[in-house]
């Protein structure tokens, strides 16, 4: 019981605000840690596309490769990068270039798994965590994603392709950097080849 005493004493008003400032207190902490949470959440969130971006793909693909080194499961990374994407923004403007990269995420989540961490890297650049997948499912995956967004791109009017490597890991890298290097050296494989493609590589 906070008030002791005679109500005249005018005791009970002190009483009544200490309560009421701690209340306010603790309601003010709850909202602040709420928020911080939110902003934590938003940090993580591409906002053109609604996928995670870079710095959650860090984050989620240091906690697979623990979980791999755990569980001797395999790990493969799909990279994917818009084929001629510069020559929609030239073309017809950013809304169209922008228009394109939202249908982009919105195929990838319609496709992959529900298990698969699908990221927005930046510019027209796209990955996904494949977790507990060998090489051939990695490629096996990344066809069917190569072939479902060069017919949404078809379908849409864009003179667009998709080109799609997948790197497949057996041993856990010393950097994931190595992880997104890998990446890049798979989509410059593809493009120096003519784009518009699907490459899968092991890296021991």
């Known amino acids: 019981m906070w008030y002791v005493g005679d109500l005249s004493s005018g005791h009970w008003v002190t009483g009544f605000a200490r309560l009421l400032g701690l209340i306010l207190v603790v309601m003010s902490w ?11 959440e938003l940090s993580m969130v591409d906002s053109l596309t609604g ?5 959650a793909c860090l984050l ?11 569980t001797g499961e395999q790990l493969s990374l799909m990279f994917i990068d818009l084929d001629n994407f510069k020559t929609v923004n030239d073309q ?3 809304k169209a270039g922008d228009r394109l990269l939202r249908m ?3 195929e990838l989540r319609r496709v992959l798994r529900h298990s698969d961490f699908a990221v927005r890297l930046g510019g027209d650049e796209f990955a996904t965590i494949l977790p ?24 849409a009017g864009f003179d667009v392709s998709a080109s799609v490597g997948v790197a497949t890991f057996r041993a856990v890298p010393a950097h994931f950097e190595e992880v997104l290097q890998r990446g890049d050296e798979l989509m410059y494989e593809i ?14």
């Not at 709850?30 to 934590?40: D, K, P, Q």
């Not at 507990?132 to 379908?155: M, Q, Y």
């Not at 493009?191 to 021991?204: N, W």
Request: glycine content about 14%; aromatic content about 6%; hydrophobic content about 35%.
């Open 30 to 40: 709850g909202r602040f840690h709420e928020v911080s949470c939110l902003l934590g």
């Open 51 to 55: 996928l995670q971006n870079r710095r």
């Open 60 to 70: 989620r693909g240091q906690a697979e490769f623990a979980r791999m080194h755990r």
């Open 92 to 94: 017809f403007g950013h």
């Open 104 to 106: 982009t995420a919105a």
């Open 132 to 155: 507990g997948t060998d090489g051939a499912g990695g490629r096996s995956l990344a066809e069917i994603v190569h072939i479902c967004l060069n017919r949404l791109f078809e379908i």
């Open 191 to 204: 493009k120096r080849a003519g784009k518009d493609g699907v490459l899968q590589r092991d890296v021991e």
